[in-house]
Protein backbone atom coordinates (compact mmCIF):
# COMPACT_ATOMS: atom_id res chain seq x y z
CA UNK A 1 0.00 0.00 0.00
CA UNK A 2 1.63 3.51 -0.96
CA UNK A 3 1.11 6.57 0.88
CA UNK A 4 -1.23 8.01 -1.64
CA UNK A 5 -3.88 5.95 -0.64
CA UNK A 6 -3.95 7.73 2.75
CA UNK A 7 -7.12 9.15 2.69
CA UNK A 8 -8.72 12.11 4.17
CA UNK A 9 -10.31 10.35 6.99
CA UNK A 10 -6.64 10.18 8.49
CA UNK A 11 -6.10 14.53 8.65
CA UNK A 12 -6.78 14.73 12.18
CA UNK A 13 -4.13 12.04 13.06
CA UNK A 14 -0.55 13.38 14.30
CA UNK A 15 1.87 11.09 12.53
CA UNK A 16 4.41 12.53 15.78
CA UNK A 17 1.99 10.84 18.08
CA UNK A 18 0.72 7.48 16.81
CA UNK A 19 0.92 4.28 19.18
CA UNK A 20 3.99 2.36 18.37
CA UNK A 21 1.82 -1.02 19.15
CA UNK A 22 -1.92 -1.79 19.24
CA UNK A 23 -3.33 -4.61 20.89
CA UNK A 24 -7.14 -5.49 19.67
CA UNK A 25 -9.02 -8.20 21.64
CA UNK A 26 -11.21 -8.82 18.63
CA UNK A 27 -14.90 -10.25 20.42
CA UNK A 28 -18.54 -10.52 19.11
CA UNK A 29 -18.64 -12.68 16.39
CA UNK A 30 -21.26 -15.00 17.79
CA UNK A 31 -23.53 -12.61 19.28
CA UNK A 32 -23.01 -10.51 15.69
CA UNK A 33 -24.01 -13.62 14.36
CA UNK A 34 -27.01 -14.26 16.94
CA UNK A 35 -28.50 -11.07 15.95
CA UNK A 36 -28.87 -12.13 12.24
CA UNK A 37 -29.80 -15.82 13.45
CA UNK A 38 -26.93 -17.30 11.68
CA UNK A 39 -24.35 -20.00 13.09
CA UNK A 40 -21.41 -18.75 15.52
CA UNK A 41 -19.09 -20.04 12.45
CA UNK A 42 -20.56 -17.57 9.76
CA UNK A 43 -19.69 -14.55 12.70
CA UNK A 44 -16.38 -15.82 12.26
CA UNK A 45 -16.08 -16.12 9.26
CA UNK A 46 -16.91 -12.03 8.57
CA UNK A 47 -14.81 -11.70 11.49
CA UNK A 48 -12.00 -12.32 9.34
CA UNK A 49 -12.95 -9.90 6.81
CA UNK A 50 -12.71 -7.36 9.41
CA UNK A 51 -8.88 -8.79 10.25
CA UNK A 52 -8.57 -7.98 6.72
CA UNK A 53 -9.81 -4.10 7.05
CA UNK A 54 -8.29 -3.54 10.06
CA UNK A 55 -4.05 -5.16 8.92
CA UNK A 56 -4.70 -3.23 5.80
CA UNK A 57 -5.32 0.67 7.93
CA UNK A 58 -2.41 -0.25 10.39
CA UNK A 59 -0.31 -0.75 7.57
CA UNK A 60 -1.89 2.06 5.72
CA UNK A 61 -1.20 4.48 8.72
CA UNK A 62 1.45 3.27 9.67
CA UNK A 63 1.25 1.93 12.89
CA UNK A 64 4.94 -0.25 13.18
CA UNK A 65 3.00 -3.34 15.23
CA UNK A 66 -0.02 -4.97 15.39
CA UNK A 67 -1.46 -8.02 17.82
CA UNK A 68 -4.49 -9.39 17.34
CA UNK A 69 -6.49 -11.29 19.70
CA UNK A 70 -7.27 -14.55 17.80
CA UNK A 71 -7.70 -17.54 20.08
CA UNK A 72 -7.29 -17.77 24.06
CA UNK A 73 -6.31 -20.93 26.06
CA UNK A 74 -9.06 -20.62 26.93
CA UNK A 75 -11.09 -20.90 23.90
CA UNK A 76 -9.65 -24.74 23.26
CA UNK A 77 -12.96 -25.43 25.81
CA UNK A 78 -15.31 -24.22 22.99
CA UNK A 79 -17.51 -26.99 21.22
CA UNK A 80 -15.48 -29.45 19.08
CA UNK A 81 -17.14 -27.97 16.03
CA UNK A 82 -16.07 -24.72 16.83
CA UNK A 83 -12.78 -24.98 16.98
CA UNK A 84 -12.08 -26.80 14.10
CA UNK A 85 -14.31 -23.71 11.86
CA UNK A 86 -11.83 -21.26 13.77
CA UNK A 87 -8.76 -23.44 12.58
CA UNK A 88 -9.82 -24.12 9.18
CA UNK A 89 -10.46 -20.29 8.56
CA UNK A 90 -7.17 -19.40 10.68
CA UNK A 91 -5.46 -21.69 8.25
CA UNK A 92 -7.53 -19.93 4.88
CA UNK A 93 -6.62 -16.75 5.96
CA UNK A 94 -2.65 -17.32 6.86
CA UNK A 95 -2.73 -18.94 2.93
CA UNK A 96 -4.89 -16.07 1.19
CA UNK A 97 -3.40 -12.96 2.85
CA UNK A 98 0.57 -14.07 2.00
CA UNK A 99 0.97 -12.92 -0.93
CA UNK A 100 -0.48 -9.36 0.70
CA UNK A 101 1.69 -9.43 3.39
CA UNK A 102 4.98 -10.09 0.93
CA UNK A 103 3.59 -6.93 -1.35
CA UNK A 104 3.10 -5.09 1.76
CA UNK A 105 6.15 -5.37 3.59
CA UNK A 106 4.35 -7.14 6.64
CA UNK A 107 6.30 -9.55 8.65
CA UNK A 108 3.72 -12.52 10.66
CA UNK A 109 4.55 -13.55 14.06
CA UNK A 110 2.36 -15.86 16.39
CA UNK A 111 2.29 -15.49 19.97
CA UNK A 112 1.37 -18.28 22.21
CA UNK A 113 1.58 -22.07 22.33
CA UNK A 114 1.15 -22.57 18.86
CA UNK A 115 2.46 -26.19 19.31
CA UNK A 116 -1.44 -26.86 20.71
CA UNK A 117 -2.49 -25.76 17.09
CA UNK A 118 -3.39 -28.62 13.93
CA UNK A 119 -0.22 -29.68 12.25
CA UNK A 120 -1.60 -28.36 9.05
CA UNK A 121 -2.28 -24.85 11.16
CA UNK A 122 1.36 -25.13 11.89
CA UNK A 123 2.20 -25.16 9.16
CA UNK A 124 0.58 -22.67 7.17
CA UNK A 125 1.70 -20.88 10.26
CA UNK A 126 5.47 -21.50 9.50
CA UNK A 127 5.31 -20.75 5.73
CA UNK A 128 3.54 -17.52 6.26
CA UNK A 129 6.21 -16.30 9.19
CA UNK A 130 9.03 -17.97 6.63
CA UNK A 131 8.22 -15.77 3.62
CA UNK A 132 7.61 -12.36 5.40
CA UNK A 133 10.72 -12.67 7.77
CA UNK A 134 12.15 -9.97 6.66
CA UNK A 135 9.91 -7.59 6.17
CA UNK A 136 9.98 -4.66 7.93
CA UNK A 137 7.22 -2.19 7.45
CA UNK A 138 4.98 -3.43 10.08
CA UNK A 139 4.60 -6.29 12.49
CA UNK A 140 1.37 -8.46 12.54
CA UNK A 141 1.23 -10.68 15.49
CA UNK A 142 -1.23 -12.85 16.03
CA UNK A 143 -1.97 -14.08 19.69
CA UNK A 144 -3.05 -17.96 18.83
CA UNK A 145 -3.90 -20.58 21.46
CA UNK A 146 -2.09 -17.27 23.69
CA UNK A 147 -2.78 -16.81 27.21
CA UNK A 148 -1.34 -14.38 29.65
CA UNK A 149 -0.93 -16.70 32.39
CA UNK A 150 0.75 -19.55 30.83
CA UNK A 151 3.07 -16.94 29.31
CA UNK A 152 3.75 -15.75 32.52
CA UNK A 153 4.10 -19.54 33.66
CA UNK A 154 6.51 -19.65 30.66
CA UNK A 155 8.58 -16.91 31.34
CA UNK A 156 9.06 -18.08 35.10
CA UNK A 157 10.39 -21.74 34.20
CA UNK A 158 13.22 -20.35 31.76
CA UNK A 159 13.66 -17.45 34.67
CA UNK A 160 14.32 -20.32 37.46
CA UNK A 161 16.49 -23.07 35.07
CA UNK A 162 18.94 -20.06 34.59
CA UNK A 163 18.79 -19.32 37.87
CA UNK A 164 18.99 -23.15 38.79
CA UNK A 165 22.28 -23.43 36.44
CA UNK A 166 23.63 -20.38 37.81
CA UNK A 167 23.52 -18.53 35.05
CA UNK A 168 22.13 -15.45 36.69
CA UNK A 169 21.74 -14.28 40.35
CA UNK A 170 18.22 -13.93 41.57
CA UNK A 171 18.88 -9.93 42.15
CA UNK A 172 19.37 -9.31 37.85
CA UNK A 173 15.73 -10.66 37.59
CA UNK A 174 14.40 -7.10 36.22
CA UNK A 175 11.08 -5.85 34.99
CA UNK A 176 13.49 -5.98 31.83
CA UNK A 177 14.49 -9.81 32.26
CA UNK A 178 10.95 -10.73 32.57
CA UNK A 179 10.06 -8.55 29.54
CA UNK A 180 12.74 -10.66 27.29
CA UNK A 181 11.21 -13.97 28.47
CA UNK A 182 7.63 -13.41 27.04
CA UNK A 183 6.48 -14.49 23.65
CA UNK A 184 6.78 -10.13 23.12
CA UNK A 185 10.30 -10.21 23.62
CA UNK A 186 11.65 -7.35 21.44
CA UNK A 187 8.27 -5.76 20.74
CA UNK A 188 7.39 -2.38 22.83
CA UNK A 189 4.70 -2.60 24.82
CA UNK A 190 1.04 -1.94 23.42
CA UNK A 191 0.20 1.72 23.96
CA UNK A 192 -3.72 1.25 22.88
CA UNK A 193 -5.60 -1.76 23.87
CA UNK A 194 -8.49 -2.03 21.78
CA UNK A 195 -11.53 -4.44 22.28
CA UNK A 196 -14.53 -4.87 21.09
CA UNK A 197 -18.28 -6.07 21.64
CA UNK A 198 -18.18 -4.29 25.21
CA UNK A 199 -17.03 -6.32 27.56
CA UNK A 200 -14.90 -4.39 30.37
CA UNK A 201 -12.41 -7.12 31.06
CA UNK A 202 -8.64 -8.53 29.82
CA UNK A 203 -9.75 -12.22 29.60
CA UNK A 204 -6.12 -13.42 30.18
CA UNK A 205 -4.44 -11.04 27.17
CA UNK A 206 -0.85 -9.88 27.21
CA UNK A 207 -1.38 -9.04 31.40
CA UNK A 208 2.30 -8.15 31.87
CA UNK A 209 2.71 -5.73 28.46
CA UNK A 210 -0.16 -4.08 28.98
CA UNK A 211 0.85 -2.09 32.44
CA UNK A 212 0.75 1.26 30.96
CA UNK A 213 -1.64 0.65 28.00
CA UNK A 214 -4.62 3.09 26.80
CA UNK A 215 -7.85 0.90 26.70
CA UNK A 216 -10.69 1.47 24.90
CA UNK A 217 -13.90 -0.79 24.70
CA UNK A 218 -16.59 -0.14 21.72
CA UNK A 219 -19.76 -1.41 21.78
CA UNK A 220 -19.29 -2.45 18.44
CA UNK A 221 -19.07 -6.23 17.44
CA UNK A 222 -16.19 -7.41 15.95
CA UNK A 223 -17.24 -8.17 12.10
CA UNK A 224 -19.09 -4.40 12.16
CA UNK A 225 -15.71 -2.84 12.98
CA UNK A 226 -14.00 -0.80 10.24
CA UNK A 227 -11.70 1.78 9.19
CA UNK A 228 -13.68 4.91 10.09
CA UNK A 229 -14.20 3.86 13.61
CA UNK A 230 -10.49 2.76 14.35
CA UNK A 231 -9.24 6.29 13.14
CA UNK A 232 -11.87 7.98 15.49
CA UNK A 233 -10.26 5.65 18.32
CA UNK A 234 -6.74 6.29 17.43
CA UNK A 235 -8.22 10.17 17.61
CA UNK A 236 -9.31 9.51 20.90
CA UNK A 237 -6.41 8.24 21.84
CA UNK A 238 -4.23 11.29 20.49
CA UNK A 239 -5.94 13.70 22.96
CA UNK A 240 -5.55 11.47 26.42
CA UNK A 241 -2.60 12.74 28.61
CA UNK A 242 -0.40 9.13 29.43
CA UNK A 243 1.25 10.29 32.77
CA UNK A 244 2.82 7.16 33.76
CA UNK A 245 2.03 8.09 37.38
CA UNK A 246 3.97 11.12 37.02
CA UNK A 247 2.74 14.62 37.57
CA UNK A 248 2.85 17.00 34.36
C1 LIG B 1 -14.40 -13.55 19.23
O1 LIG B 1 -15.77 -13.70 19.12
C2 LIG B 1 -13.62 -14.61 18.51
C3 LIG B 1 -12.99 -15.61 19.38
C4 LIG B 1 -12.93 -15.58 20.67
C5 LIG B 1 -12.33 -16.72 18.72
P1 LIG B 1 -16.60 -14.67 20.07
O2 LIG B 1 -16.67 -16.00 19.45
O3 LIG B 1 -16.04 -14.65 21.45
O4 LIG B 1 -18.01 -13.96 20.03
P2 LIG B 1 -19.02 -13.73 21.24
O5 LIG B 1 -18.25 -13.10 22.35
O6 LIG B 1 -19.55 -15.07 21.61
O7 LIG B 1 -20.05 -12.82 20.67
C1 LIG C 1 -11.30 -13.19 24.24
O1 LIG C 1 -12.63 -13.35 23.91
C2 LIG C 1 -10.44 -14.05 23.36
C3 LIG C 1 -10.36 -13.64 21.97
C4 LIG C 1 -10.90 -12.57 21.44
C5 LIG C 1 -9.58 -14.50 21.12
P1 LIG C 1 -13.57 -14.40 24.64
O2 LIG C 1 -14.90 -14.27 24.04
O3 LIG C 1 -12.95 -15.74 24.62
O4 LIG C 1 -13.54 -13.85 26.14
P2 LIG C 1 -14.60 -13.96 27.31
O5 LIG C 1 -14.99 -15.39 27.42
O6 LIG C 1 -15.76 -13.09 26.93
O7 LIG C 1 -13.89 -13.43 28.50
MG1 LIG D 1 -16.43 -13.53 23.07
Not at 24 to 30: E, L, T
Not at 179 to 191: R, W
Not at 196 to 206: H, K, P, Y
Request: charged share 25%; with cysteine.
Amino acid sequence: MNSSTSSSIHIDLDPAELPSHIAIIMDGNGRWAKKRLLSRIKGHEKGSEAVRTIVRACREIRIPNLTLYAFSTENWQRPQSEIVALMTLLKKFLESEQKEMVDNNIRLNAIGQTERLPKNVQQALHKAMTVTRKNDGMLLNLALSYGGRAEIVKMVKEIAIKVKDGNIEPDSITPELISEHLYTSGIPDPDLLIRTSGEMRISNFLLWQIAYTEIYVTNTLWPDFGKDEFVRILIDYQHRKRRFGKVE
